[in-house]
T-cell receptor, first 114, second 110 residues
Framework: SAVISQKPSRDICQRGTSLTIQCQVD?????MFWYRQQPGQSLTLIATANQGSEATYESGFVIDKFPISRPNLTFSTLTVSNMSPEDSSIYLCSVGLAAADTQYFGPGTRLTVL | GESVGLHLPTLSVQEGDNSIINCAYSNSASDYFIWYKQESGKGPQFIID?????DKRQGQRVTVLLNKTVKHLSLQIAATQPGDSAVYFCAERFGNMLTFGGGTRLMVKP
Protein backbone atom coordinates (compact mmCIF):
# COMPACT_ATOMS: atom_id res chain seq x y z
CA SER A 1 0.00 0.00 0.00
CA ALA A 2 0.96 3.68 0.09
CA VAL A 3 0.98 6.31 2.81
CA ILE A 4 -1.24 9.21 1.78
CA SER A 5 -1.51 12.55 3.57
CA GLN A 6 -3.88 15.44 2.97
CA LYS A 7 -3.72 19.08 3.98
CA PRO A 8 -5.62 20.65 5.54
CA SER A 9 -7.35 17.96 7.58
CA ARG A 10 -10.31 20.29 8.08
CA ASP A 11 -11.30 23.88 7.42
CA ILE A 12 -14.18 26.26 7.88
CA CYS A 13 -14.52 28.71 5.01
CA GLN A 14 -16.67 31.64 4.04
CA ARG A 15 -19.06 31.55 1.12
CA GLY A 16 -17.48 32.78 -2.12
CA THR A 17 -13.91 31.91 -1.21
CA SER A 18 -11.75 29.08 -2.57
CA LEU A 19 -9.79 26.34 -0.82
CA THR A 20 -6.94 24.25 -2.19
CA ILE A 21 -6.50 20.76 -0.78
CA GLN A 22 -3.18 18.98 -1.11
CA CYS A 23 -2.58 15.24 -1.44
CA GLN A 24 0.92 13.81 -0.95
CA VAL A 25 1.90 10.16 -1.44
CA ASP A 26 5.07 8.58 -0.10
CA UNK A 27 5.79 6.76 -3.38
CA UNK A 28 5.20 7.26 -7.07
CA UNK A 29 1.74 6.10 -8.08
CA UNK A 30 0.11 5.54 -11.40
CA UNK A 31 -3.36 6.87 -10.69
CA MET A 32 -4.64 9.60 -8.40
CA PHE A 33 -8.31 10.38 -7.84
CA TRP A 34 -10.41 12.91 -5.97
CA TYR A 35 -13.71 11.99 -4.33
CA ARG A 36 -16.40 13.89 -2.49
CA GLN A 37 -18.35 12.46 0.43
CA GLN A 38 -21.33 14.61 1.35
CA PRO A 39 -22.76 14.37 4.88
CA GLY A 40 -24.32 10.96 5.47
CA GLN A 41 -23.55 9.84 1.94
CA SER A 42 -21.27 7.48 0.07
CA LEU A 43 -18.27 8.50 -2.04
CA THR A 44 -18.62 10.11 -5.46
CA LEU A 45 -15.73 10.39 -7.89
CA ILE A 46 -15.00 13.99 -8.88
CA ALA A 47 -12.11 13.41 -11.28
CA THR A 48 -9.01 11.47 -12.18
CA ALA A 49 -5.87 13.56 -11.76
CA ASN A 50 -3.60 12.97 -14.74
CA GLN A 51 0.10 13.68 -14.48
CA GLY A 52 1.14 16.25 -17.06
CA SER A 53 -2.30 16.78 -18.55
CA GLU A 54 -5.77 18.01 -17.68
CA ALA A 55 -7.82 16.03 -15.20
CA THR A 56 -10.68 13.82 -16.39
CA TYR A 57 -13.93 14.94 -14.76
CA GLU A 58 -17.00 12.86 -14.04
CA SER A 59 -20.50 13.90 -14.95
CA GLY A 60 -21.67 16.78 -12.78
CA PHE A 61 -18.18 18.12 -12.02
CA VAL A 62 -16.40 20.81 -14.02
CA ILE A 63 -12.89 22.20 -14.11
CA ASP A 64 -13.96 25.76 -13.30
CA LYS A 65 -15.45 24.64 -10.00
CA PHE A 66 -12.90 21.95 -9.11
CA PRO A 67 -9.54 22.74 -10.77
CA ILE A 68 -7.01 19.95 -10.23
CA SER A 69 -3.25 19.87 -10.60
CA ARG A 70 -0.91 16.92 -10.72
CA PRO A 71 2.63 18.15 -11.33
CA ASN A 72 4.31 14.80 -10.58
CA LEU A 73 3.63 11.17 -9.60
CA THR A 74 3.42 11.83 -5.85
CA PHE A 75 1.40 15.04 -5.49
CA SER A 76 -1.95 16.51 -6.49
CA THR A 77 -4.17 19.42 -5.50
CA LEU A 78 -7.90 19.94 -5.67
CA THR A 79 -9.34 23.45 -5.44
CA VAL A 80 -12.94 24.03 -4.45
CA SER A 81 -13.76 27.38 -6.05
CA ASN A 82 -16.35 30.02 -5.17
CA MET A 83 -17.63 27.89 -2.33
CA SER A 84 -21.22 27.67 -1.14
CA PRO A 85 -22.67 25.78 1.86
CA GLU A 86 -23.57 22.93 -0.54
CA ASP A 87 -19.83 22.28 -0.95
CA SER A 88 -19.57 21.26 2.69
CA SER A 89 -18.26 17.71 2.43
CA ILE A 90 -15.32 15.44 3.05
CA TYR A 91 -12.91 15.53 0.12
CA LEU A 92 -10.78 12.42 -0.31
CA CYS A 93 -7.71 11.69 -2.35
CA SER A 94 -7.08 8.11 -3.45
CA VAL A 95 -4.30 6.39 -5.36
CA GLY A 96 -4.04 3.34 -7.53
CA LEU A 97 -0.79 1.38 -7.59
CA ALA A 98 0.57 -0.17 -10.77
CA ALA A 99 1.04 -3.53 -9.08
CA ALA A 100 -2.36 -3.64 -7.40
CA ASP A 101 -5.95 -3.25 -8.45
CA THR A 102 -7.32 -1.52 -5.42
CA GLN A 103 -7.38 2.15 -4.50
CA TYR A 104 -6.04 3.44 -1.22
CA PHE A 105 -7.49 6.53 0.41
CA GLY A 106 -6.09 9.46 2.28
CA PRO A 107 -7.56 10.61 5.59
CA GLY A 108 -9.81 13.20 3.96
CA THR A 109 -10.31 16.95 4.28
CA ARG A 110 -13.44 18.01 6.14
CA LEU A 111 -14.74 21.23 4.67
CA THR A 112 -17.48 23.36 6.18
CA VAL A 113 -18.70 26.37 4.23
CA LEU A 114 -20.62 29.04 6.14
CA GLY B 1 -19.04 16.00 15.00
CA GLU B 2 -18.50 13.36 12.35
CA SER B 3 -21.21 13.34 9.72
CA VAL B 4 -20.33 10.17 7.83
CA GLY B 5 -23.00 7.52 8.06
CA LEU B 6 -25.71 9.59 9.72
CA HIS B 7 -28.40 8.46 7.30
CA LEU B 8 -27.09 5.01 6.42
CA PRO B 9 -28.78 1.68 7.20
CA THR B 10 -27.53 0.24 10.46
CA LEU B 11 -26.66 -3.31 11.47
CA SER B 12 -26.44 -3.87 15.20
CA VAL B 13 -24.74 -7.04 16.45
CA GLN B 14 -23.62 -8.44 19.75
CA GLU B 15 -19.90 -8.65 20.38
CA GLY B 16 -18.68 -12.12 19.46
CA ASP B 17 -21.46 -12.78 16.96
CA ASN B 18 -20.91 -12.97 13.22
CA SER B 19 -21.90 -10.03 11.02
CA ILE B 20 -23.09 -10.10 7.44
CA ILE B 21 -23.17 -6.89 5.44
CA ASN B 22 -24.81 -6.98 2.03
CA CYS B 23 -24.38 -4.93 -1.10
CA ALA B 24 -26.09 -4.90 -4.48
CA TYR B 25 -23.93 -3.68 -7.34
CA SER B 26 -25.12 -2.25 -10.61
CA ASN B 27 -22.81 -3.13 -13.49
CA SER B 28 -22.68 -6.73 -14.70
CA ALA B 29 -19.42 -5.88 -16.51
CA SER B 30 -17.60 -4.89 -13.30
CA ASP B 31 -14.54 -7.08 -12.91
CA TYR B 32 -13.31 -6.31 -9.43
CA PHE B 33 -14.94 -5.58 -6.08
CA ILE B 34 -13.66 -4.12 -2.84
CA TRP B 35 -14.92 -3.72 0.69
CA TYR B 36 -13.83 -0.66 2.63
CA LYS B 37 -14.21 0.20 6.30
CA GLN B 38 -14.55 3.85 7.31
CA GLU B 39 -14.17 4.79 10.94
CA SER B 40 -15.27 8.13 12.28
CA GLY B 41 -12.93 10.90 11.17
CA LYS B 42 -10.90 8.70 8.84
CA GLY B 43 -10.70 7.85 5.18
CA PRO B 44 -11.92 4.48 3.84
CA GLN B 45 -9.61 1.59 4.68
CA PHE B 46 -9.21 -1.41 2.38
CA ILE B 47 -10.49 -4.64 3.95
CA ILE B 48 -10.71 -7.30 1.25
CA ASP B 49 -11.21 -7.62 -2.47
CA UNK B 50 -12.42 -10.19 -4.97
CA UNK B 51 -12.19 -10.56 -8.72
CA UNK B 52 -15.20 -11.40 -10.85
CA UNK B 53 -13.80 -14.85 -11.69
CA UNK B 54 -14.12 -15.89 -8.04
CA ASP B 55 -17.15 -16.38 -5.82
CA LYS B 56 -15.50 -16.44 -2.41
CA ARG B 57 -12.39 -15.08 -0.80
CA GLN B 58 -11.28 -15.29 2.81
CA GLY B 59 -9.10 -13.04 4.88
CA GLN B 60 -8.42 -12.77 8.56
CA ARG B 61 -11.88 -12.93 10.20
CA VAL B 62 -13.48 -11.63 6.99
CA THR B 63 -14.98 -13.40 4.00
CA VAL B 64 -16.34 -11.84 0.84
CA LEU B 65 -18.93 -13.66 -1.26
CA LEU B 66 -19.78 -12.69 -4.82
CA ASN B 67 -22.95 -13.78 -6.61
CA LYS B 68 -22.75 -12.49 -10.16
CA THR B 69 -26.11 -13.97 -11.12
CA VAL B 70 -27.96 -11.52 -8.90
CA LYS B 71 -25.19 -8.89 -8.72
CA HIS B 72 -24.78 -9.28 -4.97
CA LEU B 73 -21.76 -8.94 -2.74
CA SER B 74 -21.55 -9.71 0.96
CA LEU B 75 -18.98 -9.22 3.70
CA GLN B 76 -18.94 -11.64 6.59
CA ILE B 77 -17.10 -10.70 9.77
CA ALA B 78 -16.48 -13.52 12.22
CA ALA B 79 -16.51 -12.94 15.98
CA THR B 80 -17.34 -9.26 15.64
CA GLN B 81 -15.39 -6.97 17.96
CA PRO B 82 -16.04 -3.41 19.19
CA GLY B 83 -13.23 -2.24 16.90
CA ASP B 84 -15.27 -3.41 13.93
CA SER B 85 -17.79 -0.62 14.54
CA ALA B 86 -17.64 1.57 11.46
CA VAL B 87 -19.36 2.30 8.16
CA TYR B 88 -18.71 -0.33 5.50
CA PHE B 89 -18.79 0.42 1.77
CA CYS B 90 -18.65 -1.94 -1.16
CA ALA B 91 -17.18 -0.71 -4.42
CA GLU B 92 -17.25 -2.13 -7.94
CA ARG B 93 -14.69 -1.41 -10.60
CA PHE B 94 -15.28 -1.00 -14.32
CA GLY B 95 -12.22 0.17 -16.22
CA ASN B 96 -10.30 2.44 -13.87
CA MET B 97 -13.42 3.74 -12.18
CA LEU B 98 -14.67 2.70 -8.77
CA THR B 99 -18.36 3.12 -7.99
CA PHE B 100 -19.33 2.97 -4.35
CA GLY B 101 -22.44 1.51 -2.77
CA GLY B 102 -24.48 3.42 -0.23
CA GLY B 103 -22.77 2.03 2.86
CA THR B 104 -23.89 0.24 6.04
CA ARG B 105 -23.16 1.30 9.59
CA LEU B 106 -22.12 -1.60 11.82
CA MET B 107 -22.66 -1.12 15.53
CA VAL B 108 -21.23 -3.68 17.94
CA LYS B 109 -22.90 -4.01 21.33
CA PRO B 110 -20.66 -5.10 24.19
Amino acid sequence: SAVISQKPSRDICQRGTSLTIQCQVDSQVTMMFWYRQQPGQSLTLIATANQGSEATYESGFVIDKFPISRPNLTFSTLTVSNMSPEDSSIYLCSVGLAAADTQYFGPGTRLTVL
Amino acid sequence: GESVGLHLPTLSVQEGDNSIINCAYSNSASDYFIWYKQESGKGPQFIIDIRSNMDKRQGQRVTVLLNKTVKHLSLQIAATQPGDSAVYFCAERFGNMLTFGGGTRLMVKP
